[in-house]
């Protein structure tokens, strides 16, 4: 019985264990693979403990985002894009972490980067960075509560560059039918100083 289940298992099993599978199965190419590193519970203090800000981050991991800071800049450079949205299939993949780890490098850079956090029912991009002040978030501004230019926060990534933040907010299930309206496309669209 254990050898069937077993069997079932390995058959059904559908992780991607490397690029080679990757490239088969979807025929995309890769920008980057990110190390996978398992997160300390206990020291919540300095932010979440994969933000590139913490000073606890292992080299690797650093290493990576370098790469994929890279990548993604000449991709976009080449291309003539302005803007990037960092997307997963299911919750937990961890596309905040990436979202905010790549605005972190690409604004050491030097690089004009504001940061939306567009995730309305789970808003986590303050807990990546180590925020525990509350912020307006996106939904007020698409409302029209806030104006943006108020809504933005300056984090800080080094002593000369700052990222510009646009903070999620509290999580609302009304929020995430603005997203599809044309207030997030002229959101996107304005240039703010």
Known sequence: ???????????????????????????????????????????????????????????TYLESIRKLRMRVAREMEEKGYKTLMVTSSVPGEGKTTIAANLAVALARQGKKVILVDCDARNPSLAHVLGSTDEHPGLGQVLRGETELDTALCDVSVDSSNVLRVLYGGKPSKADALLLGRTQMEELIGRRTS
């Open 1 to 59: 019985l254990a050898l069937v289940i077993l069997c079932v298992y390995v058959l059904s099993h559908r992780t991607v264990q490397s690029t080679d599978q990757l490239k088969k199965q979807v025929n995309l190419s890769r920008l980057a693979s990110i190390t996978y590193v398992r997160g300390k519970k206990r020291k919540k203090k300095n932010g979440a403990p994969l933000c590139i800000l913490n000073s606890h981050v292992p080299e």
